[in-house]
């Protein structure tokens, strides 16, 4: 089991957070199942909305469709954050997990990781330091060959609580300190962490930090806002993809993503509404 160099703990964060609420109760443990589940007993308990959830190792991490999520300890952020629907101002549910991506896409660029942006629905991918390509420019101008070299650092996923009702939880996962080693053979060619991508070490509770800060902020932004920004952070918006689903499966033109977080893609028979679920999305060549 490797030590964490840099522990999340409550003293750190708090040496660090800048935010109003944010993160300012902290719930901090050394291995749970997974923060998204404890998080959601705490939110039937009362914790206040902005709380968040912290592990240094989750023994039962996922990902979207169930996938698992490794995460092991020390070596990433695995965080939870409770959200009260009243307490929030701007953007409905379904555009939380898109929010909380690019929130972790600007804190990486913060912190040196420049060729980053969003794979839809709500993944963050990233060039890795040694590609020898370091890049300032918006995803949508990145050539389609730096997209595909592009490796999974981030993952958001959302859980709507049905007791106690108007209360969301988004589970947020970064790889930070990870070597190529420390990824099992199956990843080995699609994950990254944030050092290999900054080429440095980034200290844990600086980069969550930096996280909260972004996402406290854009759930006060306007639709328009935030629509923005999901365009031009996204790796996926204005490229040839192949959707995947339980249906079959078509190539088509991605356009826009809607308010509620769904990709509008111009296939053979028209423009399609892409929702999460069961479908996948992968970009082609042209």
Known sequence: MKRSPDPITPDAL????VTRTLGRTHFAFGSVTTTMEV?????????????IVTAEHQTAGRGRRGRRWISEPGLGIWCSVLLRAEECAGPAAPALGLIAACSVVQAARTN??????????NDVHALEHSAGMPCGDPPAKWPNEWVRSARKIAGVLVETSKEPSGCFVVGIGVNVHHSRSDFP?????????VDLCAGRNVARPALLADVLCCFEERLGWSEAMVRSEWHRESLTI???????GPHGS????AEAIDVDG?????GPSGIARVTGGETTVRCVSD
């Open 185 to 193: 053979s199956e990843l080995s060619s699609s994950a990254s962490s």
């Open 39 to 51: 998080a959601s007993r705490l939110a039937k308990a009362g914790a206040p909305h902005g709380s």
């Open 262 to 266: 769904a990709l509008k893609v111009n």
């Open 14 to 17: 708090s040496g660090c957070i």
């Open 112 to 121: 040196g990781v420049l060729c980053t942006g969003v794979k839809w629905p």
């Open 250 to 253: 078509f190539i088509g033109q």
């Open 238 to 244: 204005g490229r040839r993809v192949e959707v995947s």
